[in-house]
């Protein structure tokens, strides 16, 4: 997958990564080798270079190559956006989970938006670290 990712992004990250020192923390949640599916978290600390990484209990899910700042929100299995939505009768066109083919320009809505990830298949991720950070602010 990693030949189906745009160069020009990949060259910001490694622009990023390299950077001597960032004013923030840096989190990347990516595949633990380039074999494998499965996923680590990979965190600099502001100021410094050196990156821990932490093997998380997730893997990609099949054909899904990157998570984007709008699924970053919704879980999995959200009713409306979620890849796996809970069966609970909710919507009936589950926008997360659609699969549409056909002929290009059939569609009001290019194809193309309809591919987009909606959702956070490493959702759990953000919800520990925000419970954790809620947690250790009521010590």
Known sequence: ????????????????????????????????????????????????????????????????????HVALPFADDDPVYGLAPKANGQPEYPLGALTVRGEAGTLVVPLGNLARLRSNPFFSVIRDRIIASIEADQR
């Open 1 to 68: 997958m990693h030949d189906l990712i745009e160069p020009v992004l990949l060259a910001d990250l490694e622009r990023i990564r390299a950077a001597p020192r960032l004013p923030f923390r840096l989190t990347l949640v990516a595949n633990r080798d380039p074999a494998s599916a499965e996923i680590a978290a990979y965190t600099r600390e502001a100021g410094t270079r050196e990156t821990t990484r932490v093997d998380l209990p997730l893997r990609w899910p099949r054909g899904v190559l990157s998570v984007g």
